[in-house]
């Protein structure tokens, strides 16, 4: 099935950092959606975007819903070791129900 | 409150076995989702349950694949037979008020196919 482009497909960076990581389509979305995944569990939500151009903060988590809506953006502020783990964002489409689409996946990894 | 129970959380079986996984939503959420994740990939949905009804189906392999969703609570997923490339994780997530409300993942059943 289709899977969103993510960027970068994996990341190592040092505890402190920052952290950008984006997700592309090439069809619009009318809400993103950005997971986080760890080894062994299933992937929890982290930040939801319902509007082109809407900018979501969740404590060092930001979000971003692109402007054309085929894209979405989300930045980790001064990571620390818990920030470890996968990243999948996911785009669902008005009269598609709940069907998600998902991301490829970026991989995170926090080194002290 | 308890999040979504799945289980097993592994199980080996050799092809041509059969295997079912059985997931037991958040309660009172009445739609409940199965998704495949293969490795270093993201979910794809298998099918989508509405209480008791099966409303998107669309990607589940029927030749193999079956669901069921008995009283609008616990549902399984069942493979028959299992083949090599099914090996991967099974998750299942539930919702509360229909499509558009946050989908809450249980942990998965990861299977190995040798």
């Known amino acids: 099935g289709q899977q969103l482009n993510q960027s970068p497909q994996s990341m190592f960076i040092q505890e402190g950092e920052d952290v950008s990581m984006n997700c592309t389509s090439s069809?619009?979305?009318?809400?993103w959606l950005w997971y986080k995944q760890e080894p062994g569990e299933g992937p929890v939500l982290l930040i939801a975007?319902?509007?082109?151009?809407e900018l979501t903060s969740n404590g060092r988590l930001t979000a971003q819903f692109g402007i054309t809506r085929k894209d979405s953006f989300l930045n980790i502020s001064a990571s620390i070791p818990s920030d470890v783990g996968i990243y999948f964002c996911a785009g669902q489409r008005t009269g598609t129900a709940s069907k998600l689409t998902f991301g490829t996946g970026t991989r995170l990894q926090v080194t002290l | 409150e308890a999040g979504v129970v799945q289980s097993p959380r592994y199980k080996i079986i050799e092809k041509k076995q059969p295997v079912a996984f059985w997931c037991n939503p958040i309660?009172?959420?009445?739609?409940l989702y199965w998704y495949l994740q293969n490795l270093g990939q993201g979910p794809e949905l298998l099918i989508r349950?509405?209480?008791?009804?099966?409303?998107?189906d669309s990607q589940l392999p029927k030749d193999r694949f079956s669901a069921e969703r008995l009283k609008g609570v616990d549902s399984t997923l069942k493979i028959q037979p299992a083949e090599l490339g099914d090996s991967a994780v099974y998750l299942c997530?539930?919702?509360?008020?229909?499509?558009?409300?946050?989908?809450?993942f249980g942990p998965g059943t990861r299977l190995t196919v040798l």
């Open positions: 069809s619009i979305f009318n809400t």
């Open positions: 975007l319902y509007k082109a151009g």
């Open positions: 997530a539930s919702s509360s008020d229909g499509p558009t409300d946050t989908q809450y």
């Open positions: 309660s009172g959420h009445n739609t």
């Open positions: 349950y509405e209480n008791e009804e099966a409303v998107d």
